[in-house]
Each structure stands twice: as structure tokens, then as C-alpha cells.
């Protein structure tokens, strides 16, 4: 993150404030929390703090809990200034569920002449959820979200303050009566709408349909998944898992209808019977993203369709390219490319990446890619009619159009074919056509050789997981009017469908030791294609490859390396099966491990407790806000300046030292 903003912007919020010391709860004689009990009658007056303006009731009474007596005194409150800045200090994580949490506490619910207090299970887990953000910029717990001193059980009658956010999140009504459960509306929709289509959508298919959210904007909406499968929520020994993103700019909508609408079609047709669809979901686990960047869309649609400029709403909340803000690998790919025994394949984050901002989607989706082993990717854009794969980093960085391949250039021009050969518009031979400058490309193309650019998604798909990735453009209106999108989705059923099929091509297998016992982390190695794949926890992987005859590799460190040959028909749309088993190395893993040197010192990983694909903490990452904490000097955290206009009643509660 950069240099926070100076803190000029906070004199305008606050002129003088009142202090807390650190609270510690007292406890009863046996042990249970002791907190002030509400008053018997309260004054109900209106609420009228801005920073609080968007919880679910509308009257509070004075005084609070923390002994404000008025609204001027809450606002000119080190509390209050808190609240407001919280979003910005922790980089939009917990957002807003701990603002609301803490005006609960600065503006207390009032009713009927009572104060009500919020409960204490909701405090105490998202307190279990956030306290990792504040440790890492090295903040105390604040005392005022002190969960056994201002906040209640639910035998003493508490309210859930967060409610209201997931209340979008129950399923909708029943479509309107006359309609078959199978329609399907060609429209846009809405955040809410789509949240409820999902919702309904995994009401009626429950037994192969699943929600569920990696993690929230910068402005708290739920980036909310979708998943397919015969046993949702769950990884299955040798079941591919495929991911789809849409929207990760907010005005290029396209994909976001085409994700909504490929939803419900899987679950009618399951449901239906169809063969193909019934097959799909029982041998694959797909995971559905229609919005990555649910902010911006709100930006772009608050235009409308045929008035949203190019670029109104493409950023998020933050003003954040989020196909710009993943960490460059590539650059250092090409730098490890020309030397012998450094690996060029699960490559760390480097550590300067978390000196910048990093929004919360962008840092969820890389969370998402490291809890699931996923295989295959489809990225959804709009803006132009072609499919690109990586690289979309140029290897000389000066070119802006450069053809820069993978070493799995072969598999990846497949992934692409398979989607634009069955597009009935990309296959379209009329050069004045959206995307016809692409026509004797076929409409796929190498991505830095479209246009170079550092950043994105599916480079850091590729060099940092096991994941492969492509990028679909799928017309040239970036937000199309509504009566364009029934047809959208004809053009593009098919090219989605087949392309998920994709992930059954290649090989697939176990690898395990002689007891049987799965071997996570192996290296799968392909001879003559410098980039390896891992194998699962459960030491299962999956590995795209071309038609032809390959020879691959199976090792892991204290193991002794085994070598098979395999041929891969042309005709195979089938992944074959091949197992490998292990036998140990009597020697000792010294010698594997001097060939797999890394650089970059090991750090604890930022983005949770496992690393990619499951395995132990990555080396080379480092934990959001290491760069903040305090020097050897005893200086003060880099937020503190948030807080200087405040004077002697500047939060030294907040200070863990």
C-alpha cells in the first residue's frame, strides 16, 4: 500500500475528541462477563451520524455506552474517527461489518423507549475472523468492540447487527406463477437480483448445486460463488475443478449475464436429464463467479446500458485496475528463464507485491486459487470479439506487441480453439465484423501479442498455481443493451460448455507412496516443457497436454523420481489415468531439494495458512502490513498519523506497545 493519505483530510472530520483508556472486562464469580446493563428508558432520537448512516434501524439515544452525551460529542470522538477510516487502514477487509458492529456501540439501537444491545456471538466471530487484519498492521483489538463488555447473549434478548447483509442473500420467490422453473430472464441484473437467482438457483438443484462467498469488495458486497457438482462443497479424489470469472471490470457486463445464465441452464438440465450436463457435473466441479468487481459494476450501471463510457465503473471501489493489480510474476519468469536448476513454476509472490495496495478482490480471488486446486480458467471481458492466452507481459518489456508463449503454448492455443471454434460469431468470415481484425488468427491470439500489459490474472494463474487460463473478449459493447443478450448467450452456450469439457483432456492420476499413503506436493514433470504441475493434498493432479507421446516425471523430496511414457490420442476426450508410486530415497532429500532453489526469503503466508494447492507456507510471501510494523526505534505504526490532529486524545488504546 502506498503512503496513506495525509491526515489534512481528517481535521475536516474531527475538532476535538475524548479518549478511552483500554478496557478489560470484568468477570462475575464465576466467570462470566460482567458489562453495564442497558438502561430501563432511553430517549429515542434520530440517528444522524453519517459513518453510521446505513445501519438497519434509525434511532439511537444518548448517552452511549461509552458516556457520549450528544452526537457533536460521538463525532469529535477518537471512536468515531476510527469507524471512518477503518475500511481505508485495513485495505477494505471486514468491511462494513465492523463499522456496523461499531455503531452499535457509538449509536446504540433504540426501541420503544430501550436501549438493545447487539449480541455477543456475532462480536466474537468476526473478531476471530478480523483480528488477523489487525495484526497485520499492528493494531490492538479497539476496546469499545470489547465483545464481553457492550454486548449481550441472546437469552438477554441481543439483536444481530449484521443481519441486513445477509438478508440478500435468502433465496427469492418462486418465478412468477405461469412460468416453468426452467425460464431463464435475458436481462441485467441487479447485485440483489443476481445474488437471489444464485440463491434460488442452488434451492432447486441442492444436491449439485452450491453458494458461497470468498470474501467481500472494498464496499462489502459479497463476491459470491456458484459451484456444480455431484457432491458440492467438496474436492473428490481425481474430479477436475474449473473456475469462470466475469466482471472483474465492472463495465464489461457481458460476462456477468452469461455466468448468471450458464447457472441456471446446468441446473435445469441436470435436472431435465440431459446426458451431456448430467456427465459434466458428476465428473467435474465448476465453480461459478459472475462479478468480481460488483463495486464498479454499480458505477457502470447506474449509466445504463448504450450510455456507459469506456472506462465508467472498469475500476473498483478503490479506483483499482483489478487486471492490473495481481502480482507480476512474468517478469521474473523471464529472468529465471535462462538459468539451469531455479524452478519457473509456483513462483513466490514477490515481497515488495504487499507494498502496494492490493484490493480485497483481487486478494480473495488469490486466496480462492490457493484453498481450491483448480485446473482450468476462463477470465470474461468485453470490448472486442477474440480469446487470448497467455503471456500477456511482453518477455521484452519495451514491446508492446510481442509474441511471448508459455512453455505450454500447444495446450493452451487448444484451450482457446476449443472455445472460438464452436463460436458461431468468431467463426464468422466477414471482416467487417466485430473482431475482425482477428479473422485470420482465427479469433485467438497470444496476449502480449494483442497488447502487453503486467498485472493480470491469468499470468499469475498460470506461473504461480497449477491453474491455466484464458481470457474471453466476447463482443465489442462492453455493457450491451438488454435485447442483445438473449442472443449473447446463444453464441456462447456451447463455446462454455465445451471449453469446461476441456479440462478432461491430458492425463490425470494418484500419486502415492508404496504404503499407499497420497504424496502431496510431487512435482509432475513433462520432458522438453519447462513448467511442472503439483499434485493435491490428496495426491491427485491433473495435467493438460497435447495429442502425441510425452514422457513424465513423478517426484518429491525423500523420493526416488519415476519416469513413464504415455501417448495421448488425438481423438481422446478423456483424460488417461496414470498413478505413480514412490519408493523412498535411502540418500536423503538434499540432493532433490538443491534443485528446486528459490529466491526470496521464507515468509508467512498473507493470503491464509495453507499455500498453493494446499502445501505448507510459500516462501517469499509476506504477510499483509509487514512493511508497517514498528522500527527497532519504538516509532510509531504508519497509521498513527491518521491521528495526530487529535492531540493529547489521540487512541493510545489502539498501540500495542
Known amino acids: 500500500m502506498p503512503s496513506p493519505p495525509p491526515p489534512l483530510l481528517l481535521l475536516a472530520l474531527v475538532a476535538a475528541a475524548t479518549a478511552r483508556p483500554s478496557c478489560e472486562p470484568a468477570r462475575d464469580r464465576a466467570g462470566g462477563c460482567h458489562r453495564p446493563s442497558a438502561e430501563d428508558s432511553a430517549i429515542c432520537v434520530d440517528l444522524q451520524l453519517q459513518t453510521c448512516g446505513d445501519t438497519a434501524y434509525n434511532l439511537t439515544a444518548f448517552p452511549n455506552p461509552l458516556k457520549h452525551r450528544s452526537r457533536a460529542a460521538v463525532e469529535s470522538s477518537s471512536e468515531y474517527l476510527l469507524l471512518s477510516v477503518l475500511h481505508h487502514l485495513l485495505e477494505g477487509q471486514c468491511n462494513p461489518d465492523l463499522r456496523l458492529l461499531g455503531c452499535t456501540v457509538l449509536a446504540p439501537r433504540c426501541e420503544g423507549g430501550r436501549e438493545r444491545r447487539p449480541c455477543r456471538h456475532v462480536c466474537e466471530g468476526l473478531r476471530e475472523a478480523c483480528q488477523p487484519a489487525f495484526d497485520a498492521i499492528d493494531m490492538a483489538w479497539p476496546y469499545f468492540l470489547d465483545c464481553c463488555h457492550y454486548f449481550a447473549s441472546e437469552e438477554e434478548g441481543c439483536y444481530d447487527p449484521l443481519e441486513h447483509l445477509r438478508g440478500g442473500l435468502e433465496a427469492d420467490e418462486a418465478p412468477p406463477s405461469g412460468l416453468p422453473p426452467t425460464f431463464i430472464r435475458f436481462a441485467h441484473h441487479s447485485y440483489a437480483q443476481m445474488v437471489r437467482v444464485l440463491k ?21 458486497k459479497d463476491l459470491l460463488v456458484i459451484e456444480f457438482s455431484d457432491r458440492p462443497g467438496q474436492h473428490q479424489l481425481m474430479e477436475p475443478e474449473v473456475k469462470l470469472i466475469g466482471n472483474i471490470h465492472g463495465n ?15 441446473c435445469s438440465e ?107 480458467s476462463a477470465s470474461l471481458h468485453g470490448g472486442d470479439l477474440v480469446v487470448s492466452y497467455p503471456f500477456d507481459f511482453s518477455k521484452h518489456p519495451q514491446e508492446e506487441k510481442m509474441f511471448s508463449p508459455t512453455p505450454d503454448e500447444k495446450v493452451f492455443k487448444l484451450l482457446a480453439r476449443a472455445y472460438a471454434d464452436v463460436h458461431p460469431m468468431m467463426m464468422d468470415r466477414s471482416e467487417n465484423r466485430c473482431g475482425g481484425n482477428f479473422l485470420q488468427r482465427g479469433s485467438v491470439i497470444n496476449g502480449a501479442d494483442w497488447y502487453s500489459f503486467t498485472g493480470g490474472m491469468s499470468d499469475f494463474n498460470y ?10 473478449e466476447l463482443g465489442c459493447m462492453k455493457f450491451p443493451p438488454e435485447e442483445a443478450l438473449y442472443m449473447l448467450w446463444q453464441h456462447n452456450k456451447e463455446s462454455l460448455l465445451n471449453f469446461v ?72 476426450k478423456r483424460a488417461g489415468r496414470v498413478d505413480f508410486i514412490l519408493q523412498p530415497l535411502k540418500m536423503g532429500p538434499k540432493k532433490f531439494l538443491n534443485g528446486l532453489r528459490r529466491t526470496g526469503p521464507g515468509l508467512r503466508n498473507p493470503l491464509g495458512g495453507a499455500g498453493s494447492q ?44
Open 270 to 376: 441436470y435436472l431435465l436429464g440431459n446426458p451431456r450436463i448430467q456427465r459434466l457435473l458428476n465428473s467435474t466441479r465448476i465453480h461459478l463467479l459472475p462479478s468480481m468487481n460488483p463495486d464498479g459494476y454499480e458505477v457502470a450501471a447506474a449509466e445504463g446500458a448504450g450510455y456507459n463510457g469506456w472506462t465508467s465503473g472498469r475500476q473498483n471501489a478503490q479506483n483499482l485496475d483489478l487486471n492490473r493489480n495481481f502480482p507480476d510474476l512474468t517478469s521474473e519468469y523471464y529472468r529465471l528463464a535462462e538459468a539451469r536448476g531455479v524452478r519457473s513454476d509456483h513462483m513466490p509472490i514477490p515481497q515488495h507485491y504487499w507494498w502496494g495496495k492490493v484490493a480485497p478482490e483481487t486478494k480473495a480471488v488469490m486466496k480462492w486459487m490457493r484453498t481450491v486446486p483448480f485446473v482450468l
Open 501 to 572: 469439457e476441456m479440462v478432461h483432456r491430458g492425463i490425470k492420476g494418484v500419486v502415492m507412496d508404496k504404503f499407499g499413503k497420497p504424496v502431496k506436493n510431487a512435482r509432475i514433470s513433462v520432458k522438453g516443457i519447462r513448467h511442472d504441475i503439483t499434485t493435491a493434498p490428496d495426491g491427485d493432479y491433473w495435467r493438460l497436454l497435447p495429442p502425441g507421446s510425452h514422457i513424465v516425471i513423478a517426484q518429491a523430496p525423500g523420493y526416488s523420481k519415476v519416469i513413464k511414457k504415455v501417448t495421448i490420442p488425438a481423438q481422446l
Open 200 to 220: 434460488r438457483t442452488e434451492a432447486r438443484c441442492a444436491h449439485v448445486a452450491k453458494t458461497y462467498s470468498i470474501g467481500r469488495s472494498f464496499d462489502g
Open 252 to 266: 464489461e457486463v457481458a460476462g456477468r449475464e452469461m455466468l448468471i445464465y450458464l447457472a441456471q441452464y446446468l
Open 614 to 657: 494446499g502445501e505448507s507456507t510459500e516462501p517469499g510471501l509476506e504477510p499483509l502490513g509487514a512493511r508497517r510494523q514498528p522500527s527497532a526505534s519504538g516509532s510509531k505504526p504508519w497509521w498513527w498519523s491518521y491521528f495526530t490532529s487529535l492531540g493529547p486524545h489521540r487512541p493510545r488504546w489502539l498501540l500495542k506497545y
Open 463 to 472: 506461473l504461480h498455481t497449477n491453474c491455466f487460463e484464458i481470457t474471453v
